[in-house]
């Protein structure tokens, strides 16, 4: 029962806005709301899957990819480098593009596909109390820059070439094109789960 509990988690990641035919999500707009399970995940990533997606800042394109996941990344104070690479394994094995079936039959590494990477310590946003989001549970800058950095170095050993990112703590704009919609939320806290459920 603990270990079902501990795999559900609860987001929504960020203000979405449709401007001709794309997504546009404002990452400085109000924070999702984590739901009952704050201090019971681990270093999280929202995955959308699209058909183009680029990020801004102060106006200028910093990344653009074209088909591919665009994964919005937020780091926990309890996060170690493991949780990193677990995700990235992860990220580039999850079976969410179509095969010639039409069917969510195959990964990125399989697909061709590309990524953008962002850094949003928004999606440790806590709105069970008040009005105001608490990030308590959101790691420090020095220690989320140097997980974040580790988990994209993770990603470009995996899909050399293929691997765009924003710009850490800056003010960024994303704007996609969803394809689906497709929309995957992952918490690293599953591997602890499951190593414990092996015991």
């Known amino acids: 029962m603990r270990a079902r509990a501990l795999e559900t988690s609860y987001i929504n990641a960020g203000t979405t806005e449709q401007i001709a035919g794309f ?10 709301c984590a739901g009952h399970l704050v201090n019971n995940t681990r270093m999280r990533v929202v995955l959308q899957r699209v058909k183009q997606a680029s990020v801004t ?35 580039v094995n ?3 593009f179509p095969d010639d079936g039409g069917r969510m039959n195959r990964s990125l590494l399989e697909s061709g ?11 440790y946003g806590d709105c069970r109390k008040g009005r105001r989001p608490d990030f308590t549970e959101a790691a420090p800058p020095e220690q989320a820059r140097n997980l974040y950095d580790y988990f994209v ?10 691997v765009t990112t924003g710009v850490f703590q800056a003010h960024m704009e994303l704007s996609l094109t969803n394809d689906g919609p497709v929309t995957l939320v992952c918490d690293s806290i599953k591997r602890l789960v499951k190593t414990e459920n092996s015991k």
């Open 153 to 162: 170095e993770q990603l470009r050993a995996r899909v050399p070439n293929h």
């Open 113 to 123: 596909g590309e990524l953008l990477v962002i850094s949003q310590f928004t999606l």
């Open 94 to 96: 999850l079976r969410v």
């Open 57 to 91: 800042v102060s106006g200028d394109l910093v990344g653009a990819i074209g088909a591919g996941l665009a994964v919005l990344v937020g780091v926990n104070r309890s996060d170690t480098r493991e949780d990193a690479v677990w995700l990235a394994e992860k990220v």
């Open 23 to 32: 997504t546009r999500l404002a990452l400085w707009a109000a924070p999702p």
